[in-house]
DNA sequence: GCCGTTTTCGGCCCGACTGTTTTCAGTCG
């Protein structure tokens, strides 16, 4: 059983103990070891194996002992006995908005109700409005959350978060009521997949930000509206928050409501390590908690927060408690890539195979939009859905892109296309084309495309080949994943990216919004062992030249620096480092 | 269930908002 089972299993333990009525915090300690699991970069039976689980934090006796229980039988007693002991279906329930473990037990107790569809039944005859605790208005409101739960989804790409946050974050700049603003929680961090997206504001004049906040187009219903914050559900299903602070309490709002919870709960407990209280309104000299004004310590900037509890910055994106205070305790972070240092992008489709553009024209835009580079990968012929390429018309292509190269030279432009190939691993983890095709291109990325089914030993084994093959550069999309629609094939990542670190082969981060794959928790382990990243944006058509920017934002969540990432060299650092790969493979 | 410069018990982050109450519990972030 691997780590995200594992992890899983755990968050539900602490579920069906919530709606059990235990001990809030015997709940929390389940979720956040969930947590802790998921982010931990050593597999789970390496640490049992060598004893070393009950080292980590959050995890004593009792969670050490079902951990080791779940990995070695992949079953657990308690959980099993747990989950027999509640019915089902209120897990179902608590993901209805208002429905909180004590209201699915209410109804659950009182009036028998099991499931969604039996609470719905017993809203419409009105019989959970005469239970005590509840009223018409709870009755009506989980009613409509039924609804919207039927009709919407609850979680979101960032790259469509981004798409309806950003258009609000310039209307509130521009409101004359606004001091400053910002995006806060996971679409400030960067999160792959986001949930709601939530505001910030400093204003003298909070009920006429409010006002227009609830007021404005494309907002389908308000869902609170108090003196300081709101909550609104915009067209397209999303839930939109707002809180407005006075000027003064920005910086600490700003800090507090990006968070995450995890990190915000190291933070308060570093300012209270120091006789200090950290909230949403402010870092204050005292042992109680407090919004004294005389007692405030005046930081003008997040920045000056961290400074006065002996951090340096932390960018919003490692915001996670996955390590980053480690790093900022030392007082100095590294610098982190910006997407603004990335040259090109190393693999991007054409019309030859599922793309969209010609060669000509990607080249057109590539260099327009001020790259150095940018390569054409089209797939192999084993991606026949896709129109794969064989060695043949691979070749015709190269001449293709060596014709247009010759022309920008003749032009005095800088700017190169590259040519090269995104390769099909195949079922025994040989390549899709030969060997003496693949050393004639420049840039060769070689991925998964099929074998979903198979074990995780056996994809491990097929991406471990495909990284010894020296004409290999790059493993692209590592794991496989679409976000929210197809769970990552199984693999055992850091196998992959040990026998990377031994070949010098570099590991993709795909920047499709719905990929982010390899995923950023488990660069920090990459980059310790010396793996280089490409971050790449799987270009099928032009516009897709944008997923760059989000690729760099996923890297630095990953804590990725300019030098970890390959294409931020230069055409000719490029070209040696391509080359230098073939020379310096183990073998081919 | 975890943890310890408050160390084997007694804490564990905490405030805004809503609805059902008539002083507060539950939910949410």
Not at 470 to 480: D, N, S
Request: overall charge negative; some cysteine; aromatic content about 6%.
């Amino acid at each position: 059983m691997d780590k995200e089972n594992v992890a899983e299993i755990l968050q539900e333990i602490g579920v069906l103990l919530e709606l059990k009525g235990e001990n809030p915090f015997k709940t929390r300690a389940y979720a956040s070891a969930a947590r802790t699991i998921e982010g931990l970069s050593e597999s789970l039976e390496k640490l049992i194996s060598e004893n070393r689980l009950g080292e980590i934090k959050g995890i004593g006796d009792a969670l050490q002992k079902k951990i080791t229980e779940l990995v070695t039988t992949g079953e657990l007693a308690y959980y099993e006995e747990l989950k027999a002991s509640l019915p089902a279906g209120l897990l179902d329930m608590l993901k209805i908005p208002g429905m909180g473990p004590k209201k699915v037990k209410a109804v659950y107790d009182r009036l028998g109700v099991e499931t969604v569809d039996q609470l719905e039944q017993a809203c419409r005859s009105g019989r959970v409005a005469m239970l005590d605790g509840f009223g018409e208005k709870s009755q009506a409101k989980i009613l409509e959350g039924i609804q919207f739960r039927r009709q919407y989804a609850t979680r979101h790409l960032l790259v469509q978060a981004l798409a309806w946050a950003e258009p609000i974050l310039d209307e509130l700049r521009a409101h004359p009521d606004v001091l400053r603003c910002s995006t806060a929680g996971s679409v400030r961090r960067f999160k792959e997949v986001i949930g709601d997206v939530d505001f910030l504001v400093s204003s003298k004049a909070p009920a006429a930000v409010l006002d227009f906040f609830t007021g404005r187009e494309g907002v389908m219903k308000v869902l609170a509206k108090g003196d300081t914050k709101s909550s609104v559900i915009l067209e397209g299903g999303i839930q939109a928050d707002l809180r407005v602070v006075s000027d003064v309490e920005y910086p600490y709002a700003l800090a507090y409501f990006t968070g995450s919870k995890e990190h915000n709960i190291a933070m308060r407990q570093r300012a209270i390590q120091r006789g200090l209280r950290l909230n949403e309104y402010g870092l204050f000299r005292s042992k109680e908690e407090t919004r004294d004004p005389e007692l405030r310590v005046a930081c003008a900037t997040e920045d000056e927060i961290f400074s006065q509890l002996g951090l340096a910055y932390i960018p919003p994106e490692l915001r996670e408690d996955h390590g980053e205070f480690l790093v900022a305790e030392t007082g100095t972070m590294p610098r982190l890539v910006e997407w603004t240092d990335l040259k090109g992008s190393l693999h991007n489709h054409s019309n030859w195979s599922d793309g969209r553009g010609t060669v000509a024209e990607i080249a057109e835009f590539a260099r327009e939009n001020g790259f150095a580079y940018w390569a054409i990968n089209d797939h192999s012929r084993a991606s026949f859905q896709a129109h794969g390429l064989d060695a043949d018309r691979l070749r015709k292509q190269v001449l293709e892109i060596r014709e247009v190269n010759r022309r920008l030279s003749e032009e005095g432009c800088e700017f190169r296309l590259l040519t090269g190939v995104e390769v099909d691993i195949l079922g025994d983890g040989r390549l899709d084309l030969p060997d003496d095709v693949l050393e004639d291109l420049d840039v060769v990325v070689a991925s998964l495309h099929q074998g979903f089914s198979r074990q995780e030993p056996e994809n491990t084994r097929r991406l471990i080949r495909a990284a010894e093959n020296r004409q290999v550069h790059m493993l692209g999309h590592l794991t496989g994943r679409l976000l929210l629609e197809r769970e990552p094939y199984p693999v055992n990542p850091q196998a992959v990216i040990d026998v990377c670190a031994e070949t010098g082969t570099w590991i993709e981060l795909n920047a499709h919004p719905a990929r982010f794959d390899l995923d950023w928790r488990l660069w920090p382990y990459a980059k310790s062992m010396g793996v280089k990243c490409v971050i790449n944006c799987d270009a099928h058509r032009n516009e897709h030249a944008g997923f760059l920017r989000l690729g760099a934002g996923i890297a630095r969540k990953g804590g990725l620096q300019r030098e970890d990432v390959i294409n931020t060299l230069s055409l000719r650092s490029l070209m040696k480092a391509l080359q230098g790969k073939r020379e310096g493979g183990r073998r081919s």
